[in-house]
């Protein structure tokens, strides 16, 4: 019985030690999306613009009005973090007035990414597993929610911007 607790002893104690894995990315990787970005989404017209990352952090905000520009429907605030187990977005919506939608904001973790493309699954998403991925190709931005329905991916809602200012 001792020759086996110290055999898995032996087995184990390399693992207590296992260094954690790296990140996959960091902010920096996520550069390609810096930008002012204008374009059509969700019945109306959208912007977001994206700022150059530092000190590990990068932000972006959005905005939703309509078609003709004279309302408008509601704003995000985006927060894009290097944490120990790589890139989380935070993200917080508000309404006219500053009225936020949720008490803390939503918490994505960066699961994929490409040259000019990222994939964020939201943390704690047991439902829907909702996921936000953008791809960049020239000077086009797109955007999209897929969310689980069913055992299917469903893309429910798409946005396409065009680039109207570089950040950097």
């Known amino acids: 019985m001792l020759r086996t607790l110290a055999l898995v002893a032996l ?33 109306g017209r959208i912007e977001e613009t994206v700022e150059v990352p530092a000190g590990g952090a990068m932000h972006s905000t959005f905005r ?35 009225r936020r939608w949720e008490d803390t904001p939503v918490a994505f973790d960066l699961v994929e990414l490409d040259d000019q493309s990222v994939l964020f699954a939201e943390r704690d998403d047991e439902e829907e597993h909702s996921r936000l991925q953008y791809e960049r190709e020239g000077d086009t931005l797109r955007a999209k929610l897929i969310e689980e329905r069913d055992g299917e991916d469903v893309v ?7 680039l109207v200012s570089d950040r950097e």
Request: aromatic share 12%; glycine share 10%; charged share 15%.
């Open 11 to 43: 087995l184990v104690a390399p693992l207590a030690h296992a260094e954690p894995e790296a990140p996959i990315a960091t902010v920096d990787d996520l550069d390609w999306m810096v930008g002012s970005w204008a374009g059509e989404g969700l019945g």
């Open 64 to 98: 939703l009005s309509s078609p003709d520009g004279t309302q408008v429907g509601f704003y995000e605030f985006m927060l894009y973090e290097n944490t120990e187990a790589g890139v989380q977005l935070l993200v917080h919506h508000f309404s006219p007035g500053m």
């Open 156 to 162: 429910t809602a798409r946005f396409a911007f065009s």
